[in-house]
C-alpha cells in the first residue's frame, strides 16, 4: 500500500516562503511522476506543479510559476513545494499525489494516491 504524508504547511504573511514535503512510502518511489496540488475553501482541487520520475522535467501552473519550485530526491522518497512570494490567493489546503501513467500529468484523475493535505495561510 502506497502512503504519501505531507509536511511543512503552516502561517505566513504575504511575501514569505514555505516548503512542502511529501514523503512516500510502500513502493519504488522512482516509478512515480509527482504532483502537488492545492484547493482552497469553496474551490475545486486545482494542479500546482508536477515533476517527472527522474526530477529533469517539471510542469507549473501560470499562476505559480516562477516563484514555485517542485523538485524531488528519490533516495529519500520526497517530493518538495518551494513556495516564494507567498500571496493570500496561495492559500489552500496543498496535497501532493502520485502517479504511475506513462506521460507526466497536471490532470487529477491520472494521479493514483494522494496525501492528506497540509494547511498553507498566507496573511496579508
Known amino acids: 500500500q502506497v502512503q504519501l504524508v505531507e509536511s511543512g504547511g503552516g502561517l505566513v504573511q504575504a511575501g514569505g516562503s514555505l516548503r512542502l514535503s511529501c514523503t512516500v512510502s510502500?513502493?519504488?518511489?522512482?516509478?512515480?511522476?509527482m504532483g502537488w496540488f492545492r484547493q482552497a475553501p469553496g474551490k475545486e482541487r486545482e494542479f500546482v506543479a508536477s515533476?517527472?520520475?527522474?526530477?529533469?522535467?517539471?510542469y507549473y501552473a501560470d499562476s505559480v510559476k516562477g516563484r514555485f519550485t517542485i523538485s524531488r530526491d528519490n533516495a529519500k522518497s520526497t517530493v518538495y513545494l518551494q513556495m516564494n512570494s507567498l500571496k493570500p490567493a496561495d492559500t489552500a489546503v496543498y496535497y501532493c499525489?502520485?502517479?504511475?501513467?506513462?506521460?507526466?500529468?497536471?490532470?487529477?484523475?491520472?494521479?493514483?494516491?494522494w496525501g492528506q493535505g497540509t494547511q498553507v495561510t498566507v496573511s496579508s
Open positions: 515533476v517527472t520520475r527522474s526530477g529533469g522535467n517539471t
Open positions: 499525489a502520485a502517479d504511475y501513467g506513462i506521460l507526466m500529468s497536471s490532470f487529477i484523475n491520472n494521479y493514483d494516491y
Open positions: 510502500g513502493r519504488t518511489f522512482s516509478s512515480y511522476h
